[in-house]
């Protein structure tokens, strides 16, 4: 293969103001679908821009390269987790309930078959292109993190938690909810269904203000 182009470490804007933001988020939307159907290096701009309705040029004018319409639908997915997160950490309910809502949130979105097929795609292009697996995950999973980090020192700024490392300790968190990740992006378990996702959070939850907890 040849080599990849120099991308940004800072994922593609979800959407851009101005005329062109309509038809660039129709070819985002249109591009995660044959990304999807086909794997990565099974995806052509060609076949993207025949998906989205308009010329190779026209899918240039937005995206410069494979890589950066792929962040840019990675982006997307992001975007609306965190913009959640952030919701629910910013709400008036106590501990525990926030906590469960996030990891509520957290295990549905990383669970789902097409959050799974997306993984699958970036870890089988991490050693071609590591440029665009690194900036997926410094704007996807570690963004995730850092804002879960700063409600969790929040709360221990409040006396309800005893952290001394926010970071880490969202990164428990979130490791305990998501206990079936390896097995899902193996193929092994299929998404898990409503009662396992709750039995999972909840158990998540009691672990963690068991060694957090006040």
Same mark, same amino acid.
């Given at each position: 293969?040849?080599?990849?182009?120099?991308?940004?470490?800072?994922?593609?804007?979800?959407?851009?103001?101005?005329?062109?933001?309509?038809?660039?988020?129709?070819?985002?939307?249109?591009?995660?679908?044959?990304?999807?159907?086909?794997?990565?290096?099974?995806?052509?701009?060609?076949?993207?821009?025949?998906?989205?309705?308009?010329?190779?040029?026209? @899918? !240039?004018? !937005?995206?410069?390269?494979?890589?950066? @319409?792929?962040?840019?639908?990675?982006?997307?997915?992001?975007?609306?987790?965190?913009?959640?997160?952030?919701?629910?950490?910013?709400? %008036?309910?106590? @501990?525990?309930?926030?906590? #469960?809502?996030?990891?509520?949130? !957290?295990?549905?979105?990383?669970? %789902?078959?097409?959050?799974?097929?997306?993984?699958?795609?970036?870890?089988?292009?991490?050693?071609?292109?590591?440029?665009?697996?690194?900036?997926?995950?410094?704007?996807?999973?570690?963004?995730?993190?850092?804002?879960?980090?700063? !409600?969790?020192?929040?709360?221990?700024?409040?006396?309800?938690?005893?952290? #001394?490392?926010?970071?880490?300790?969202?990164?428990?968190?979130?490791?305990?909810?998501?206990?079936?990740?390896?097995?899902?992006?193996?193929?092994? @378990?299929?998404?898990?269904?409503?009662?396992?996702?709750?039995?999972?959070?909840?158990?998540?939850?009691?672990?963690?203000?068991?060694?957090?907890?006040?």
């Amino acid at each position: 293969m040849g080599a990849v182009e120099k991308i940004s470490s800072t994922l593609p804007p979800v959407a851009e103001r101005g005329a062109d933001a309509e038809r660039r988020a129709l070819i985002v939307d249109r591009a995660e679908r044959v990304f999807l159907e086909e794997g990565f290096a099974g995806s052509s701009m060609a076949a993207i821009a025949a998906r989205s309705g308009c010329s190779k040029g026209t @899918l !240039y004018n !937005y995206f410069v390269s494979k890589e950066e @319409l792929f962040l840019a639908c990675v982006a997307k997915q992001c975007t609306a987790l965190h913009e959640a997160m952030s919701e629910l950490a910013s709400s %008036s309910a106590d @501990l525990p309930e926030t906590l #469960t809502q996030l990891g509520r949130k !957290y295990v549905a979105f990383v669970s %789902s078959d097409d959050t799974v097929r997306r993984f699958r795609v970036i870890v089988s292009e991490a050693e071609r292109a590591p440029e665009m697996s690194r900036a997926f995950y410094a704007n996807g999973p570690a963004q995730g993190h850092a804002k879960l980090a700063a !409600y969790i020192e929040t709360a221990a700024r409040e006396g309800k938690l005893n952290v #001394t490392d926010p970071l880490r300790a969202a990164q428990h968190f979130l490791a305990l909810c998501d206990r079936r990740s390896k097995a899902r992006l193996c193929n092994v @378990l299929p998404t898990p269904g409503e009662a396992s996702l709750e039995e999972d959070v909840s158990e998540a939850v009691r672990i963690f203000l068991a060694a957090y907890g006040r």
